[in-house]
């Protein structure tokens, strides 16, 4: 329907005609009542129409948080339909609040996306991006190796990973990463990936002995194990240097 059709109808001996056109609607509706209330908050009233919808086309919407990050730590969103709309932001900081996906497959600009301490998150959707830097899913404790892998293995330039503090996330692999400043795992989880935890820290040595930066916690808590055998990253000792 990129142009207008023209329908013939006949019934009964009487033909009549119709022209279909086919206009997108540049206003979108945003579900969640705590999203909608950050972007009327943080965008002009303009770019809103009567029934609080979005004017999808406008120029303040398309550049919003052009190369800076969207906000949302807290907000209380419990559905983060909408946030496609805004592609040249650089950063999705939407940790503590209650949805149970993101879809970041058109946000072409995004580079951090961070939604850890989210209780209900199980799915995280980056489309064919390669270059997403930040992956922060820290207590996102319904996420599997299944939906982070991907992202890892697509991603090479990864520069920090944060997997810790109750994720049950077990058997990642992340030896293809060439780029790492910092990783923070579980210990089961650590432990689960020692092999590929190796291979990475081969390819990046800076942070091979940099336990500023390559940490691993007690499960589930805050407590962190500063010595750890290279081979396995099970703790070396009975009370580690905390």
């Not at 023209?6 to 509706?29: C, E, I, M």
Request: aromatic residues 8%; hydrophobic residues 40%.
């Amino acid at each position: 329907f990129s142009n207008p059709i023209q329908y013939s109808v006949t019934l009964d001996g009487n033909t009549s005609a119709y022209t279909v056109s086919v206009t997108k609607n540049q206003y979108a509706t945003i579900p969640d009542a705590a999203f909608l209330g950050w972007l009327k908050s943080s965008l002009d009233a303009s770019v809103f129409n009567e029934n609080d919808q979005l004017d999808i086309t406008a120029t303040a919407v398309r550049e919003f948080a052009s190369g800076d990050k969207m906000n949302l730590d807290g907000v209380g969103i419990a559905d983060m339909k909408g946030i496609e709309f805004f592609v040249v932001a650089r950063e999705a900081d939407a940790e503590n609040n209650t949805f149970s996906s993101i879809n970041l497959s058109k946000n072409i600009a995004m580079r951090n996306v961070l939604v850890g301490l989210n209780p209900n998150i199980e799915s995280i959707t980056t489309g064919d991006k390669t270059n997403i830097e930040l992956l922060y899913i820290n207590g996102a404790l319904k996420l599997e190796a299944e939906d982070i892998q991907p992202i890892i293995d697509a991603n090479t330039g990864l520069r920090r990973l944060y997997a810790f503090n109750g994720n049950s996330i077990t058997q990642l692999d992340v030896s293809n990463l060439v780029s790492m400043e910092r990783l923070r795992f579980d210990e089961s989880l650590a432990m689960a990936s020692a092999a590929s935890i190796n291979a990475m820290l081969a390819k990046n040595p800076p942070i091979a002995s940099d336990t500023g930066n390559l940490r691993v916690y007690v499960d589930g808590t805050d407590e962190r194990r500063d010595a750890y055998y290279p081979v396995t990253y099970e703790c070396q000792f009975i009370d580690c240097i905390r």
